[in-house]
Structures are given as structure tokens and as C-alpha cells.
């Protein structure tokens, strides 16, 4: 699997997918309309600032809240490489799986990573490398299960694939 | 060792003798549900399955409840869509305006789920059917089409916390005061990845609807489901609502749970969750001079008509605060219609408040009450995100029925025993 490497946009604890996309864009559908709206509701220069790549480092429970897949597909077609957080919420996590959005669990990355550094992510490590400090941090690994979905591109690949 | 009754329910979907917290699984399902925003996602990553035939007509609920009657035009074509979809593969549970209702209410009431079933929905307010005894959960899209195609989720089984409820609660302590003090002691993460398993003798005092609305916010602190046992009210229910057969699973005594809470019934306050999160709980007593410019009486956690019930006793003969807005939406169709027949639609009307028809509405901020900048809501929803409701600058303080239709007649947020 490919590696990310981007500048961070750092986020607090229980960011809720409301903030992510607030349901009065969820009369559509479409990824490139849902990442118009991403992160409007904390952050409305999100969009403006976001870069294709960009990794986004988050506290706890990131994602809580509403089981809106519009929520990761929004980060993705935002350009979000990575989201890293100390905790996800879990139906979050199984969309983000599901959908292909690649997402470490790392308390101490979460802690220690700032907003504005750059940061590179290999997915076969799991190694999170804070490129502005220096520092690395090992992210928590996915069972094999997880990993297999992951390395089909998603749960509809994976589904195809065991057909076969 | 033993298996807790979520362990229980999934092993037995799962077609093994025993599973244990952290295994994953591949577990049959009995029910997969969608509603109109979560649809038509799970109806284009369908498009992608190489086989596209839905796995069982009888078990896929499709409820058009959240921007329906349709908001917009594009909350329109998201229906249409979906209408086709249903039509095409003969979706025997598709419910339309006139048929639907909020989801979470309407598959109780129409016997859709029993004791001892799996359930997902793409819906995180799924996990309500944990009321009936029954393991449901709140899903992605991608999951809901994986699962329509193949009747078929995988799950990470679940660890659990055990909640011992004692004691008679007072009058006016609902379930929502209950749930509501549960969240504000563990957080909106003290239950992530596990389930949340409510026993002891306080059970007893709990009404059906009490269930539903405790279950139904397990999601709000994080958990993957919420779960009740089984007992005479849980199958008397089922009885009346649902042809079929309830399966009746027990924790084990060996049971392991992570942590247990005991909550004592009798002692509990009326509650109510401050914004921006529903873990900012004070009780009502400690909430100070909150003056509101809307209330919301509704939603998957309390449109049930014990809910319209309690609120139209308290508004009887009374009016509406000048300048407060207050909305009552039944949760169903059939809940329309009941609390019509008990007049409690009348006092609604007489006291003030508009009734709607059955719609999520405001409760997500879709339409039907959206908040301006500045202004407050006593909302007897289940979130009170930031910018849930409306602006971002507007507040949701979340409250049981009673406290809504009390804070109703003053214009601040009441105790329902002073009014």
C-alpha cells in the first residue's frame, strides 16, 4: 500500500460528523458537492487551506456521531490522505475501512503532532513520521480481517473478490 | 467462560457455539435497513457488486423519513431514486409518505424486529431495537449494500459494560432522564467499540417506549449497541406488533464485563444535556435561567406516543410562552393517528404548538425548524452537536418530553413538577 505525506490540520476531541458535513448538504449525494462542505461547521477555511495529500490529526472519538458515510467520503474527496486520530468513533472507522479512506489509531501521535507540520505516513509500518520534529510514532495496527478489506480497496472489492 | 447476550445473539448469527470480545465474525442478518440519505450511497456502491440481486426482499427496510415529505429537489430525486430501487427488486418493507414513519419508531410498531434478531441499519440510531432484546446496529452505506447483497456483516464482537438499574424512578423520570445521567457519568466515549447491557430489578418500572429511547441513544456515548433482556413487557410487545417468533437469549452468569455501573432509579433528577455535547448533563435543578426560543417534542428517541402522551398532560389547558416556537411531531403515522384519537393533537394545537407529520426534520437540522444564529432549543432529540439544529452559533439543550412541554409553558428550561 502507497504512503501519505502532507501538512496536518489538528483537531480537537469528538469531532461529530456534523461538523465534518452538516446534514443540510446531505441531499446530495455526489463526493466532489459533499467536499465543497467538508469540515464547514469547525473549520469554514478548511476547504480553502486543505491541499490534495493533507493529513488530518485528531484527539478522541474522532467522528462520533451520525453514521453518514457522506462524512469520510468528504475528507477523501477533499484530498485527505490519512486521518490520524488517538481514538475513532466506530462506525466512523468500519466506513472509512469500508470506503477506502485510510485512518491510524496513535494516542501519541494524536498528542504530540501540531498543526502546520508535515507528516508522512507509511501504511505497511504503520509508521508515523513527524517530518517537522523528527519524531516517529508506531500507529496501532488492524487485525488481518481489516487489513484484507484495506488491501482490496474497500468492502465492495472484497465482497467481489470472495465471489470470485 | 460465559458470553454476555450480545456475544450470545452474534455467535448464534455467526453459526459458532461460542465467540469472545475482539473475534471477528461474519454474522447473518435478519434485517437490513436504509433511510433517504443513507439509500441512495448504499444503492450506488451496490451498482459496483458484481452481483447485484438483493439477498432477501423481505428483509431490507427502506424508510424515506429523514427530508421527507421532500424538502428540496434534491432531497426529491434522493426518494426517487430509491422508490425505483425498492420497485425494481420488489422491496416487500418500502415506506413512503403515508406509509412511513421515523424509522426507529415504525420497525417496532410494524413487527420488523424481534427478540434475538441482528440487525444493521444505515442509521446510527440503530441500536434502538436493543429494547426488544435484539443485537441491531448503526452502519455505513457501504455496509448497508454489502449487506442487502449478502444478508451477510462482519463485526468485531463486542465487550460490554453492565448497567444495574434499581429502584422505582419518581414521576416525571423517563427513560430519556435515565440515558441522558448515563452518558453525563461515562462521556460520549465511556461505551466506544462495546455494548451497553442494562439490567437489575429497576427494569420492571420501564416502559416499552422508556426502552426504546434508552437504546436508542446507546450510540451517544460511543456504544455499538445497546441491550435489554427479555422479559413479560418485551414479549407482550412483540406479540401485539409482530407475527413472528421472538428467540429469547439470557447473559451468561460468567458473563465478563469490562466495568459495571449501579444506578439507583429513585434518586435521579430530571436531566438535561447542555450544548455543545449530549455528556453536558446537569440536572434540572442545576440548570439555571436558560431562556429558549424553540422546542422540539419528536424523533427517533422520543416520538413514541407514551412521549406525546406525558407532554399533552402537561400542556393541557395551558398556552405556549409568547414568542417560544414550539413543534410535536408524532414519530409514525400510527402514532398520528393515536394521539389524535386521545386528543392530545387538539392540546397541542390549543396550547400554541404545531404538530407535524412524521419527519426527522429538525432533529438533524434537515428542515421544520431550523435554528437562527443566538437562539435556543429545548429538544427532546438525541444530539446537540454544534450547528445540529441550525447555525453553529445556536444551542440544543436535550431534555425528556416532560421537561420539553414544562419549558414550553414558561420559556426557560423547567422542572415539570413546578408547572
Redesign the interface.
Known amino acids: 500500500m502507497e504512503s501519505a505525506r502532507g501538512t496536518v490540520h489538528k483537531f480537537g476531541d ?1 469531532v ?1 460528523t ?2 465534518i458535513i ?3 448538504y ?4 455526489d463526493p466532489e458537492e459533499l467536499a465543497k462542505h467538508c469540515m464547514e ?2 473549520d469554514k477555511d478548511f476547504v480553502k487551506n486543505v491541499k490534495k495529500g493533507d493529513i488530518i490529526v485528531a484527539e ?2 474522532f467522528g ?7 462524512a ?2 468528504s475528507i477523501k474527496a477533499a484530498g485527505v490522505s490519512c486521518v490520524i486520530a488517538e ?1 475513532f ?3 466512523f472507522y ?2 472509512s475501512i ?2 477506502g479512506l485510510p485512518i491510524i489509531e496513535s494516542k501519541e501521535a494524536a498528542e504530540k503532532i501540531k498543526n502546520g507540520d508535515t507528516v508522512s505516513v507509511d501504511f505497511d509500518s504503520g509508521i508515523i513520521t513527524d517530518e517537522t520534529t523528527g519524531e516517529t510514532f508506531k500507529g496501532q495496527a488492524f ?1 488481518p ?2 487489513q484484507k ?1 484495506i488491501d482490496a480497496g ?3 472489492n472484497y ?2 473478490k470472495e ?2 | 467462560m460465559g458470553m454476555t447476550m450480545t456475544q450470545k445473539i452474534l455467535a448464534k448469527h455467526a453459526g459458532l457455539d461460542h465467540v469472545e470480545a475482539g473475534q471477528l465474525i461474519e454474522a447473518d442478518l435478519d434485517l437490513v435497513l436504509g433511510n433517504d440519505i443513507t439509500s441512495p450511497v448504499a444503492i450506488h456502491a451496490m451498482e459496483n457488486l458484481n452481483d447485484k440481486k438483493v439477498f432477501d426482499k423481505e428483509k431490507i427496510a427502506l424508510v424515506m423519513d429523514h427530508f421527507v415529505p421532500n424538502k428540496d429537489i434534491k432531497s426529491a430525486e434522493h426518494v426517487k431514486e430509491v422508490r425505483e430501487f425498492a420497485c425494481e427488486n420488489c422491496i416487500t418493507n418500502f415506506y413512503d409518505v403515508g406509509q412511513m414513519g421515523i424509522e426507529h419508531a415504525l420497525l417496532p410498531e410494524k413487527g420488523l424486529v424481534v427478540a434475538g434478531d441482528a440487525v444493521i441499519g444505515a442509521d446510527s440510531h440503530t441500536c434502538t431495537y436493543g429494547a426488544l432484546g435484539a443485537f441491531s446496529t448503526g452502519v455505513g452505506s457501504t455496509d448497508m449494500a454489502a449487506g442487502m447483497a449478502t444478508g451477510k456483516a462482519w463485526f468485531k464482537v463486542p465487550s460490554a459494560i453492565k448497567f444495574i438499574l434499581t429502584g422505582k424512578p419518581a414521576p416525571f423520570i423517563s427513560g430519556k432522564d435515565i440515558i441522558l445521567h448515563i452518558i453525563g457519568m461515562i462521556g460520549v466515549d465511556g461505551a466506544l467499540y462495546q455494548s451497553m447491557e442494562f439490567v437489575g430489578d429497576g427494569l420492571q418500572y420501564l416502559t416499552m417506549d422508556d426502552r426504546f429511547t434508552i437504546a436508542n441513544m446507546a450510540i451517544e456515548a460511543g456504544g455499538k449497541n445497546g441491550i435489554f433482556p427479555v422479559d413479560d413487557k418485551t414479549l407482550e410487545y412483540i406479540s401485539e406488533h409482530s407475527d413472528r417468533k421472538p428467540v429469547v437469549y439470557e447473559a451468561d452468569p460468567d458473563a465478563e464485563y469490562t466495568s459495571e455501573y449501579t444506578i439507583d432509579l429513585s434518586k435521579l433528577r430530571p436531566t438535561v444535556s447542555f450544548p455543545h455535547l449530549p455528556e453536558n448533563t446537569k440536572t434540572v435543578d442545576e440548570a439555571g435561567d436558560v431562556e429558549i426560543d424553540q422546542v422540539v417534542i419528536g424523533s427517533c428517541t422520543n416520538g413514541r406516543l407514551s412521549d406525546l402522551q406525558i407532554a399533552a398532560d402537561i400542556l393541557k389547558g395551558k398556552k405556549v410562552k409568547k414568542g417560544l416556537r414550539v413543534i410535536v411531531i408524532p414519530a409514525t403515522q400510527q402514532v398520528y393517528l393515536d394521539a389524535m384519537e386521545a386528543g392530545y393533537l387538539k392540546t397541542f394545537i390549543e396550547a400554541g404548538a404545531v404538530v407535524s407529520t412524521p419527519t426527522c426534520g429538525p432533529c438533524l437540522g434537515g428542515y421544520m425548524g431550523i435554528l437562527a444564529s443566538g437562539e435556543k432549543c429545548v429538544s427532546t432529540t438525541n444530539r446537540n452537536f454544534v450547528g445540529r439544529m441550525g447555525a453553529t452559533d445556536s444551542e440544543i439543550y436535550l431534555a425528556s418530553p416532560a421537561v420539553a412541554a414544562a419549558s414550553a409553558i414558561t420559556g426557560k428550561i423547567t422542572d415539570p413538577a413546578n408547572v
Open positions: 469528538n461529530d456534523d461538523v452538516p446534514a443540510r446531505l441531499n446530495s449525494s461547521d469547525i478522541k472519538n462520533c456521531g451520525s453514521s453518514r458515510e457522506h469520510p467520503i481514538t468513533a466506530r462506525i468500519r466506513n469500508n470506503i487485525p480481517f481489516m478489506l474497500g468492502l465492495i465482497v467481489n465471489e470470485a
